[in-house]
């Protein structure tokens, strides 16, 4: 069996020591990819593996799209646009805890 490529997204995590050095906030979010390093490494790829990724990526998905539209709504609401970069990349982080989160899930417990 092969090792599953989408582990390698874990590698992005370490962008995220790029905020202390920078001082910009917005790289904290990459530190939700090491999540993907134990979540997806050290397992081969099967079906079943495939279909929890799947499964997995709707669900970031969902999420991507219901947050991204409540930040884009209250933002044109209350006219708050310094909060744009801050909403986006709560968006970003979001996306990636919920895929982790979901697949770990679903390898433990099933459906």
């Known amino acids: 069996m092969q090792r599953n490529k989408v582990g390698y997204l874990g590698l992005l995590g370490f962008f995220g020591l790029l905020g202390p ?3 910009h906030s917005g ?20 079906e079943r593996v495939d279909a929890n990724i799947d499964r997995a990526c709707r669900d ?6 219901v947050a991204s539209t409540l930040f ?10 310094g909060l744009l970069t801050a909403a986006f990349s709560v ?3 979001g996306n990636v805890v919920v895929f982790v989160v979901s697949f770990i899930l679903r390898d433990r417990w099933g459906e």
Do not use: C, M
């Not at 134990?38 to 397992?43: D, F, H, K, P, V």
């Not at 970031?60 to 799209?65: D, E, K, R, Y």
């Not at 884009?72 to 646009?81: F, H, R």
């Open 21 to 23: 050095v920078t001082g």
């Open 27 to 46: 790289f904290y979010g990459f530190f939700g990819f090491f999540g993907l390093l134990s979540a997806l490494w050290g397992r081969g790829s099967d």
């Open 60 to 65: 970031a998905f969902i999420f991507s799209i």
């Open 72 to 81: 884009l709504a209250y933002i044109a609401a209350l006219g708050a646009q």
């Open 91 to 93: 968006v970003f982080a």
